[in-house]
């Protein structure tokens, strides 16, 4: 089935830095979106992408549809200390009568003031 | 608009209950989405609902069942529980099946269910 790998992992960064993380896929998605989860709250949409090469800025957050339409990026530019939370990338999986998200396994960032 | 909004906050049952938790999607959404999110599992797929039928589930046992009203809100029952059902349970709703941002998910706050 469909897998989604997120990377990083974690990251530990300080306050002002620049964040990047990506997710890639076994096969093609014709969407990406990327989601926020704060502890025990449900995730939250930042960004929508729905076009390969598409490349969309949600305040200091940047992410991009690869043109393979495999894979996506999410930047986050000058983090703050309210950044921290889990980051999703997630991709509808269209086959047949499913309309499920698939999720990658998550960025864990924490922001040190 | 109000959100996605997912009731109650928190439950807890032994083991052998039933558990119910409800789910009112975004004000003009008919689908709905339930997904589980156990600690170091990641969110998984559970049952998709639209115009109140079951239009698919995810790998999970029978016992895991839940309907959509005509109002659109949704419920999913959860029976014989077992330990390992402790979860966070997810509910989204997105328009009507269409277009792709039509079709885009949105959140509840969650369900947190501990089983003991």
């Known amino acids: 089935g469909q897998q989604l790998n997120q990377s990083p992992q974690s990251m530990f960064i300080q306050e002002g830095e620049d964040v990047s993380m990506n997710c890639t896929s076994s096969?093609?998605?014709?969407?990406w979106l990327w989601y926020k989860q704060d502890p025990g709250e449900g995730p939250v949409l930042l960004i929508a992408l729905y076009k390969a090469g598409e490349l969309t800025s949600n305040g200091r957050l940047t992410a991009q549809f690869g043109i393979t339409r495999k894979d996506s990026f999410l930047n986050i530019s000058a983090s703050i200390p309210s950044d921290v939370g889990i980051y999703f990338c997630a991709g509808p999986n269209y086959g047949g009568a499913t309309n499920k998200l698939i999720f990658g396994t998550g960025t864990l960032l924490a922001v040190q003031p | 608009e109000a959100g996605v909004t997912q009731s109650p906050t928190h439950l807890i049952k032994t083991r052998g209950q039933q558990a119910t938790l409800r789910c009112s999607p975004i004000?003009?959404?008919?689908?709905v989405y339930w997904y589980q999110q156990a600690l170091g599992l990641g969110l998984q797929f559970l049952l998709w609902y639209d115009e109140g039928e079951e239009r698919n589930r995810g790998n999970f046992p029978p016992r895991f069942s839940g309907r959509q009203f005509p109002n659109y809100s949704s419920e999913l029952n959860v029976n014989a529980l077992e330990l390992e059902d402790s979860a966070l349970y997810l509910c989204?709703?997105?328009?009507?099946?269409?277009?792709?941002?039509?079709?885009?998910?949105?959140f509840g706050p969650g369900t947190r269910l501990l089983v003991l």
């Open positions: 004000s003009g959404h008919t689908s």
């Open positions: 096969s093609i998605f014709n969407t």
């Open positions: 989204a709703s997105s328009l009507v099946p269409g277009t792709q941002k039509q079709e885009t998910q949105y």
